[in-house]
């Protein structure tokens, strides 16, 4: 049963340390996207690759965040600082004409 | 910019008691309308994918149906399982971007 699986599923760091979430896509799938849940804001587009090319991170803070695909099996989520404001949970998805498969996601909580 | 729009944000059913969920948009180009199912704790489950007006899907107790500015998911005969926030979500451009509602929560009632 192919899916997209994430790790870790919980993190809770220190604010000002870095955290790395791991996303590994549906094998065949050229679109990899990131996303953000929060309660107020709901689900939003952090960034997105296609073809292991970055197209899009006009949703992420660029002093703290930075995504990357080092190769087909892995999508990455860096954020150095962390700060309390990005606790939320982060979604990985992978799909290959239109539909969005989503992960389980990363929830993180910076204290 | 997109929007989209979802209405109720909160559903009570009774099992069995018919009802009809409510995603507006407004969006140039759409590629695509997707509903998506949410259950606490994990990430959404996609459900559907309309591309043209006067389109319909149907999946078990669930059918979409798609307008020019919105589209609607019939939930027929509710059983408690069928409880989950529903989100409504539209596709721009070729990589096919999407731009997510704030869902509706339904639950349903034994």
């Known amino acids: 049963d192919a899916r997209v699986t994430q790790t870790p599923r919980h993190k809770v760091t220190e604010m000002g340390q870095e955290v790395t979430m791991r996303c590994q896509p549906i094998?065949?799938?050229?679109?990899v996207f990131w996303y953000r849940q929060t309660m107020m804001q709901g689900l939003e587009l952090l960034a997105y690759f296609r073809n292991r090319a970055p197209l899009d991170d006009s949703g992420m803070p660029k002093d703290r965040f930075s995504a990357e695909m080092p190769d087909a099996t892995l999508a990455t989520l860096k954020i150095q600082p962390s700060e309390p404001r990005d606790s939320a949970v982060y979604f990985c998805?992978?799909?290959?004409?239109?539909?969005?498969?989503f992960g389980q996601g990363t929830r993180l909580t910076v204290v | 910019e997109d929007q989209v729009t979802q209405s109720p944000e909160a559903l009570r059913l009774q099992e069995g008691e018919s009802s009809s969920l409510n995603c507006s948009y407004t969006?140039?180009?759409?590629?695509?309308l997707f509903w998506y199912r949410q259950d606490p704790g994990k990430g959404p489950e996609f459900l559907f994918t309309?591309?043209?007006a006067g389109e319909e899907k149907e999946k078990e107790r669930l059918k979409a149906t798609l307008t020019k500015k919105e589209s609607f998911l019939h939930i027929t005969a509710p059983k408690p399982e069928d409880s989950a926030t529903y989100l409504c979500a539209v596709g721009r451009g070729n990589d096919y971007k999407l731009s997510f509602g704030a869902g509706t929560t339904v639950t349903v009632r034994a």
């Open positions: 309309l591309y043209s």
């Open positions: 969006v140039s180009g759409l590629r695509g």
């Open positions: 094998l065949g799938h050229n679109t």
């Open positions: 998805a992978s799909g290959l004409n239109s539909e969005a498969f």
